[in-house]
């Protein structure tokens, strides 16, 4: 008899250590919507620098993630990342599997990126720059982005923050809508 009431207690505690360990894994995810990306050909960037930036976007979207065990923060920060790298490359091998994982409600597995959160802010917040110099609609929409994700990032970087302030009373604060929800955004 004693054996049944162990045997019971031990499987009752494994069930709830099992439930309790899938409702921590999932999550609500608000998927980013991204049939066609909102640059076109016009962009200043070729292909391939689409693509990585988009790898390296969709690895920090899932990092942050997972590092903070899906706040509501940190899932509403990795949208607007993640709908960013799918907008650059919406076929890009990463940026599809961490979406698609996330609306499983699955945290995907850390990797190590190219980058540290600081250097990729350091690199994206240059890229916007230069973008910002070539002119253009586009350019100048995707140098936004990129300059205010950079002071995001990494608000220790004065000249991130600088910039992204500067844009902000220039130009008032950025609409995401654009990039996360397209269908949303147009008239």
């Not at 997972?66 to 076929?91: F, W, Y």
């Not at 970087?157 to 910039?163: E, G, H, K, P, R």
Request: net charge neutral; aromatic share 8%.
């Amino acid at each position: 008899m004693m054996r049944f009431w162990q045997a019971t207690a031990v499987f009752l505690m494994t069930v709830s250590l099992l439930r309790a360990e899938e409702g921590a894994k999932s999550f609500a995810w608000n998927a980013p919507k991204v049939a066609v990306s909102v640059f076109t050909r016009d962009l200043g960037m070729l292909d391939s620098e689409r693509e990585e930036y988009a790898t390296n976007l969709a690895t920090l979207a899932a990092n942050r993630v997972v590092s903070s065990k899906a706040t509501a923060s940190a899932l509403a920060d990795a949208r607007r990342i993640l709908a960013l790298a799918l907008q650059l490359s919406p076929r890009n091998k990463r940026a599809v599997v961490v979406n698609f994982q996330f609306t499983k409600g699955l945290l995907p597995e850390v990797t190590d990126g190219a980058y540290s959160p600081q250097v990729f802010a350091r690199l994206i917040l240059t890229r916007g720059q230069l973008l910002t110099k070539q002119g253009g609609e586009e350019n100048q929409k995707l140098a936004r982005y990129f300059i205010q994700l950079a002071a995001e990032l990494d608000p220790k970087n004065d000249d991130a923050v600088y910039a992204s302030e500067l844009q902000r009373l220039d130009h008032g604060a950025l609409d995401w809508t654009p990039i996360t929800d397209p269908e949303a955004s147009k008239p």
